[in-house]
T-cell receptor, first 112, second 111 residues
Framework: DAKTTQPPSMDCAEGRAANLPCNHS???????VYWYRQIHSQGPQYIIH???NNETNEMASLIITEDRKSSTLILPHATLRDTAVYYC?????????????FGQGTELSVKP | NAGVMQNPRHLVRRRGQEARLRCSPM?????VYWYRQLPEEGLKFMVY????????ESGMPKERFSAEFPKEGPSILRIQQVVRGDSAAYFC?????????FGSGTQLSVL
């Protein structure tokens, strides 16, 4: 079973920041937080991941709380092409299984 | 660097036939994962393989399904005697260390 809880859906206005929350209260010390998204029927796309520090890349920022029990994915300037299902996933390191267990995700709708 | 390649993109089979789905991981990646997505549902883990080894097959149905990742060549997901309930999108992912990258999937339709 997925170890994360996300709201089923969210709306965001085009050009505004999209903040997607995720709860992972049972995360273990060596487990990473990953974010993927799936646009329509395409393969999931990697967005970002982190262990305990905040992370930023060209797509998004990941804010992890100090106790690591929750995190937020931030898309700074959402576009219509960001409409997708966003998955927050807790993953063990490769040498301990490393598989991704997908939950139901958050369906983000970016509106003009 | 080419991404994860899956073929065929679409596969149509009649009930009772065999389906073979292929996955070529990204160059240098030695870990392969298979996932299944039923219509209107989320992605479900099936199996995790390294070269010539099955590491975790906890998500594989007990019968009719098998997977391999030989020393040379692509990973193969094989479904014998397909039934209508096998109709789904099958995604493969490969990884090297921390990131998993997914292919575009194979859409299996069983008539």
């Amino acid at each position: 079973d997925a170890k994360t809880t996300q709201p089923p859906s969210m709306d965001c206005a085009e050009g505004r920041a999209a903040n997607l929350p995720c709860n992972h209260s049972t995360i273990s010390g060596n487990e990473y937080v990953y974010w993927y998204r799936q646009i329509h029927s395409q393969g999931p796309q990697y967005i970002i991941h982190g262990l305990k520090n905040n992370e930023t890349n060209e797509m998004a920022s990941l804010i992890i709380t100090e106790d690591r029990k929750s995190s937020t994915l931030i898309l700074p300037h959402a576009t219509l092409r960001d409409t997708a299902v966003y998955y927050c996933i807790v993953r063990a390191p490769d040498n301990q299984g490393g598989k991704l267990i997908f939950g139901q995700g958050t369906e983000l709708s970016v509106k003009p | 660097n080419a991404g994860v390649m899956q073929n065929p993109r679409h596969l149509v089979r009649r009930r009772g036939q065999e389906a073979r789905l292929r996955c070529s991981p990204m160059k240098g990646h030695s870990h392969v994962y298979w996932y299944r997505q039923l219509p209107e549902e989320g992605l479900k883990f099936m199996v995790y393989l390294q070269k010539e080894n099955i590491i975790d097959e906890s998500g594989m149905p007990k019968e009719r399904f098998s997977a391999e990742f030989p020393k040379e060549g692509p990973s193969i997901l094989r479904i014998q005697q397909v039934v209508r309930g096998d109709s789904a999108a099958y995604f493969c992912a490969s990884s090297l260390r921390e990131k998993l990258f997914f292919g575009s999937g194979t859409q299996l339709s069983v008539l």
